[in-house]
């Protein structure tokens, strides 16, 4: 069922992003950041890196927000209702650190195509201008693929630090989520974010992304999960749902799919990042 209104449609068309959209109360956010918090401290490697990508895979909680039916709704109205989830990505700012995320748009690296895709970013903790949120350059999905320049900057929190220069910051806009609240964006939008200034975590769970299934991988392989309706294009292996957390099936099946996506994010680089 789709349920952004004609409002919020018009929000995603004009400006290549629209939010926010509630998804969870304030307690379910915080029991969502309760699972981070218990495999990282019961399993301290697993989050950092690349291990960072497809955390739905290892825990049932994360797994059933890629499938929780509010947010595919509103997926739904964007990309039609055969959804797969095409992968996930926690975001996550700690205090002490100085990560930023660079100007990009996702659609330069992420290798799926057509564009019936959208990137759906859940707070888990609040996301507001002091501790780093996005911020979205509004309609700038509706130009071409901008040049990226690699640049590898020990703080960028992607993979290669590609970055799109000369962003008029200007006409770009702070995403302020509430914990629980939720973004969906455009693959062509330019966006990025500054680092956390506050004293607490800023945490983000990126569904990146959910595809239709008339969506392929074109810079390598991927694994998807069936979210909604069927697939009838049969581009992807299809991969399990987590119900037990870090199962040993599980891990490997992360880690496999992990190993596909760093091909994909560093194909043609001059060198491997840390994610
Ligand atoms: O979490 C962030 O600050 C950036 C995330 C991002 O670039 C994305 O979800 O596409």
């Not at 004293?199 to 983000?204: A, D, S, T, W």
Request: hydrophobic content about 35%; aromatic content about 8%; overall charge positive.
């Amino acid at each position: 069922m789709s349920s952004l209104n004609s409002k919020q449609l018009k929000d995603y068309n004009n400006n290549g992003f629209v939010a926010p959209i509630d998804v969870f109360t304030l307690e379910e956010a915080a029991e969502i950041k309760k699972e981070i918090e218990h495999i990282e401290k019961k399993w301290p490697n697993e989050l950092i890196g690349l291990g960072r990508n497809n955390v739905h895979y290892i825990s049932p909680v994360f797994d059933k927000v890629c499938h929780n039916a509010k947010i595919l709704d509103a997926v739904e109205s964007i990309i039609g209702k055969d959804i797969l989830v095409g992968g996930t990505t926690l975001f996550i700012k700690d205090p002490d650190k100085k990560g930023f995320v660079s100007w990009h748009q996702d659609a330069k690296y992420i290798g799926f195509e057509p564009y019936n895709w959208v990137t759906a970013w859940l707070a888990i903790t609040n996301a507001n201008e002091e501790n780093g949120c996005m911020r979205m350059w509004s309609g700038s999905h509706k130009e071409k693929i901008k040049d990226h320049k690699d640049t590898y900057n020990k703080n960028n929190l992607l993979t290669r630090g590609q970055t799109v220069q000369d962003v008029p910051i200007e006409k770009t806009t702070p995403n302020i989520l509430k914990a629980g609240q939720l973004s969906l964006h455009h693959p062509m939008i330019v966006h990025g974010s500054g680092p956390n200034k506050s004293n607490q975590r800023r945490i983000g769970f990126v569904i990146q992304s959910y595809i239709g299934t008339n969506v392929d991988q074109v810079l390598g392989k991927v694994f998807v999960q069936q979210a909604r309706g069927k697939d009838t294009f049969k581009y992807h292996e299809h991969a399990k749902r987590s119900v037990e957390l870090m199962s040993k099936k599980d891990i490997e099946l992360k880690n496999k799919a992990n190993k596909e996506l760093s091909k994909i994010f560093y194909k043609d680089a001059k060198k491997i990042g840390k994610f």
